[in-house]
């Protein structure tokens, strides 16, 4: 007696389920009077094994449902998340048009703003233009007036100079005989001065061939120096290969200072290049002769091959 009280209810609701599902399905459980089949009353044992095991089927169903329940929910929160992804992108997207608008706006204010001061400038410009046009118009008009008063004053000088010369010349023809004598006396200076302008002339090219090659020496010992002392600032990069080179053009001050560094043939390896422009640059200021002229001839601009090993 006991037995079927504590399993009472879980009968009745095993009876209920069963119920719904015949009538889900439109089973009927009546049939003709004559077909009916009687149904025979199972012991109570086995009565509360099958409700044991609808039970089961029951909780399995439920966690069923709770499972399609939560993953409902998670579906319904990761398209309620997606929706506000895309309504924060969107919202970027919107910001952005926003800021674009106004940058091209300050930018057409700005173009805007340009193109009137070089209107203005063009107009002034324009009227330098004219100003100077009608300057020169003024100049040009003050130059032939200038011009003609020039040639009437050439013309009366000209027919003054031409009596002038008339008589110079019958004077010179009276001092000719004097003059003759003179320039005898002139010519054995002048042979006697040409031999001393020789011995100077060969004396001087003597100066200028020792000072040539004391230059040639000067300059030579100084493009030494600026090789060890660029090559002494040079840092090798490290993916550099050996036995590479370069030819740089180099514009220096009087004081040796490195106004400009510019590879004019390269070693093909532009680290390479690089670092050897760094190089002249940081020797600066580089050893160059005292001597300005030979300076100004061989080291303010000349090129120097970059063969550090």
Known sequence: ??????????????????????AMFGISFFNDASKME????????????????????IEREAERLKDEERNKKIAQQEKQKTLENKLKTEQKRLDNLKKQ?????????????????????????????????????????KIKAQKKADELK?????????KKLEAERLAKQKKQQAILAK???QAKKRKADKAR?????????ADARARAAQNKQAASSAARAIQRKVINSWIKPIASARGLSCTIRVK????????????????????????????????????VP??????TKKFRVFAFQFKPE
């Open 290 to 295: 005292r001597d300005r002229a030979l300076f």
């Open 197 to 205: 302008k020789e011995a100077l002339i060969k004396q001087r090219i």
């Open 38 to 57: 009687i149904v025979k009353q199972t012991p109570l044992p086995e009565i509360i094994k099958a409700s044991m095991l609808d039970d089961g089927k």
């Open 183 to 185: 320039q005898k006396a």
């Open 1 to 22: 007696m006991k037995s079927y009280q504590k399993y009472t209810a879980s009968f009745v609701l095993a009876l209920a389920l069963h119920f719904a599902i015949l």
């Open 252 to 287: 220096l001050l009087p004081s040796g200072d490195v106004m400009d560094a510019e590879i004019i043939r390269s070693s093909g390896d532009s680290l390479f290049d690089r670092s050897a422009e760094n190089a002249v640059r940081k020797a600066s200021p580089l050893p």
């Open 101 to 141: 608008r106004l940058q091209e706006e300050k930018k057409t204010k700005e173009l805007e703003k340009k193109r009137k001061e070089l209107a203005k400038k063009e107009k002034q410009k324009r009227e330098e233009i004219n100003k100077l046009r009608a300057e020169e118009a003024a100049r040009q008009a």
């Open 154 to 162: 050439a013309e009366k000088l000209r027919k003054a100079e031409v």
